[in-house]
């Protein structure tokens, strides 16, 4: 150490000064920057930053400033207790908080985190019950047992004597119509309509309707063409 530093040292701790003042004028002695100082003292540079322009709101509850001046005091090799002291000194005079029910950890990114999830799990709460609920709301169109309303051939044992016959009726649009085992179509009302070929004496019709997780049904029509 050269006789100046020496000099500036026993000036530093002789003077009374407020505190940003004592830290940076160590920091100048030692040739540091708050970047610098940051990185040996693994302290955020925003508290650093606030600490040696003496803008105390911007810091942490006392108890972790406390912390971080005593790691400071280490890194520019100065006395904790005079840092410790003069800290407390205008704390008391500016009238600012001390640790407390209200005070908090400085924000970190776990804290971040755990905020994050915390949403992430409302969310996926939310849309299970609006998921559940339609469920139940639209549970008529996939459980239960199907209709069908047989318009043509409005009764059983139907005599025609016409080779052609137009099926007509209505199912659920959502079940799954089949008329003599051959897949038929249904419009968005669930109407059908069929050509079918009939041929001479009794023909027998089956209409099956199945419901996607529900049940099946059988209707029978026989229909005799007498030409």
Known sequence: MTDNQAKNQNNFFEEEKSLSEMLNQAMELRGLD???????????????????????????????????????????????????????????????????????????????????????????????VLVVGLLIWRAGDFLGTPRIEIINPAADNLIINNSLIKLLGQVSPNDKLAINGEEVLVDKNGRFAKDFSLQSGTNTIEFKVKRFLGKEIRVLRQVIYQP
């Open 34 to 128: 708050e970047k610098k100082l940051s990185e040996l003292t693994d302290i955020p540079i925003h508290y650093l930053a606030a600490l040696s322009s003496g803008d105390f709101a911007k810091l942490p509850a006392a108890p972790y400033v406390r912390g971080y001046l005593v790691k400071i005091a280490e890194g520019l090799r100065i006395d904790t207790g005079l840092l410790l002291k003069t800290y407390k000194q205008e704390v008391s005079l500016r009238s600012l908080r001390v640790s407390g029910p209200e005070d908090k950890m400085p924000s970190n990114r776990f804290a971040f985190k755990t905020s994050h999830r915390k949403k992430s799990l409302l969310i996926i709460g939310l849309l299970a």
